[in-house]
Structures are given as structure tokens and as C-alpha cells.
């Protein structure tokens, strides 16, 4: 049975040679037809870290030993995690879970300050009368007694551990805007040009979001922009959830889209250039 690690491996491999296809080294293709190898080399490795998460850093090697029973927890938890996660990369983000807590793994971490703040924020609290959904005695009660967990019990909502990944942030940012600048073109083009467009296949071009439930922090990342930054105001209103996954097709087409961004200065994108960024995604 192949290893966690050896998979993830696999999956990136694949992934790189997917979008290195288009290249001279493996078959032509339209989608990268005006690119060099170095271009089309520099895109594919750039979506594969956007995709996977890769990144490259300094690392020592670190073995350890553990019984059969907390192996198997080990397991279950990477098992439960979306990617399935090697044990080396589940053991990490384990470790780094928890030094996020303090010495006596109590959760959240507030220093000094942190508590001090908290408590005159209380206080006050209590004597304007303020009305506030937060159980204020409780948090007092956590402070003083050290029960830190506790707030992470009663309050999941705010200590819940998870940081989004600056780069599907990135990846999140560039995708929304591709596809503002796909959707403008299309209403602008003309009946025959439409038309053209609809004979090579593409009869519904709107950005579909991504997966609900396989690409969630995407789609969280999204609605994040549009719904409480007020960003891509275009897609405000709309599901985003497009209930199949599409991750992989976006960093296709943006791959391609890239080069041509640069030239969308004061003009809109053409229809050739439309049917070739929207075929990148079926290639």
C-alpha cells in the first residue's frame, strides 16, 4: 500500500505533467501555442503550488517512534482531513496545532495583555449594561481560572484554528478576476460573434464558484471578497457553489489567461482570445 506521502507525490507529478502536456517535450496543444517551454514550465509549476499547497523550504529530518494505538489515531484524524494527508504531513500540522497552544495545552492562547484587555472590557460590560450576545461572567470565570478550553467550547465560532492559505487566497483573487474580465467581454460581443462562441461550445459562459464540498475554503475565500469586502460586485447575489470541482480547470485557463491580462489595457478581451482561455479548462 503506497505511503501518504507517496501519493501526495504522485498527485503533484501528475498534476506537472498535466499542465506541462502542452509543451514541445510531451504534445502540442492550442492552449500553449504561443508560450515558450520556460513560460508554459513557470505557469504549470506556479498552479501546481497553487493547487497542492506545494511549497519549497529548508526542512530537517526528524523520525520518531509511536505505538500501534496512537498510530492508528494518527491515521483517523489524516483521514478525516479533505487531501488525506501523509503521517509525516499530518504529524506536522499536528505539532503545529498544537505549540499554537501554550506549555499546559490549554486553548486559545491569551497573553498578559490579551487577559487584561479582556477583563476591563468586561467590566465596563457589566456596568453600562451593555447588551452583548457573549456570556461575560463565563469569560471572566475562563480567565481567572485558567479554563481556557472552555472558550473554545462555548465560542467555536471564533477559536476554531483554521487561517485560510495565502495562496488559494491568490488563487482565489486571480480566478475572480479572470473571470469579471471573461463575463464583460462576453456581453459585449456581437450576435455573430456570439454565435462563433456558441458553435466551438461555449453556450453558458458565467463563473459556476467552486465545489461546496470539496473546495470549501476556496468558495469561503470567495464569498468572503464579494459578500463582506464588497469586491467582484458582479458575482454578488449568486451561489458560487458549482457542486462539482473546478479548481483544477481555473488554474488551467488562468495559466493561459496570465499573458493576456497584461495586454487588457483599455479594451476588453476578444473572441478568440475568449474561446482560447475557455478551452484551456477541457484540454
Known amino acids: 500500500m503506497a505511503s501518504g506521502g507517496g501519493h501526495r507525490r504522485h498527485k503533484l507529478r501528475r498534476a506537472l505533467a498535466r499542465l506541462l502536456a502542452p509543451t514541445n517535450l510531451l504534445a502540442p496543444s492550442r492552449v500553449f501555442t504561443n508560450l515558450t517551454y ?19 523550504m529548508a526542512t530537517e529530518r526528524f523520525e520518531m517512534r509511536i505505538d500501534s494505538e496512537l498510530l492508528d489515531r494518527l491515521d483517523q484524524w489524516r483521514s478525516s482531513e479533505d487531501d488525506s494527508p501523509s503521517r509525516a504531513e499530518a504529524v506536522r500540522r499536528l505539532l503545529e496545532n498544537g505549540l499554537a497552544h501554550d506549555s499546559r495545552g490549554r486553548s486559545p492562547r491569551l497573553s498578559d495583555g490579551e487577559k487584561l484587555i479582556a477583563m476591563m472590557l468586561a467590566e465596563l460590560i457589566e456596568k453600562t449594561g451593555l447588551p452583548v450576545e457573549t456570556d461575560v461572567a463565563h469569560v471572566q470565570k475562563a480567565i481567572v481560572g485558567g479554563h481556557y478550553w472552555s472558550l473554545g467550547m462555548e465560542m467555536p465560532g471564533i477559536f476554531h484554528g483554521h487561517t485560510d492559505k495565502q495562496a488559494r487566497v491568490r ?14 467581454a462576453h456581453e459585449k ?24 464540498n470539496n473546495e470549501g475554503e476556496y468558495l469561503s475565500i470567495a464569498r468572503h471578497w464579494i459578500d463582506d469586502l464588497s469586491r467582484f460586485s458582479r458575482f454578488d447575489g449568486r451561489s ?39 478551452a484551456a479548462r477541457r484540454s
Open 38 to 56: 520556460s513560460q508554459s514550465l513557470r505557469y504549470a509549476v506556479r498552479n501546481a503550488v497553487l493547487i497542492y499547497g506545494v511549497t519549497v
Open 189 to 212: 460581443l456581437s450576435d455573430g460573434e456570439r454565435g462563433d462562441l456558441e458553435k466551438a461550445g461555449f453556450t453558458h459562459v458565467v463563473f459556476p464558484g467552486f465545489d461546496g
Open 240 to 278: 458560487l457553489n458549482s457542486h462539482h470541482p473546478v479548481v483544477e480547470g481555473y488554474a488551467e485557463m488562468y495559466a493561459v489567461f496570465e499573458p493576456i491580462r497584461a495586454k487588457l489595457i483599455g479594451r476588453s478581451m476578444s473572441v478568440s482570445e475568449l474561446q482560447t482561455v475557455l
Open 171 to 184: 488563487f482565489v483573487t486571480d480566478v475572480l478576476d479572470m473571470w469579471t474580465f471573461i463575463e464583460e
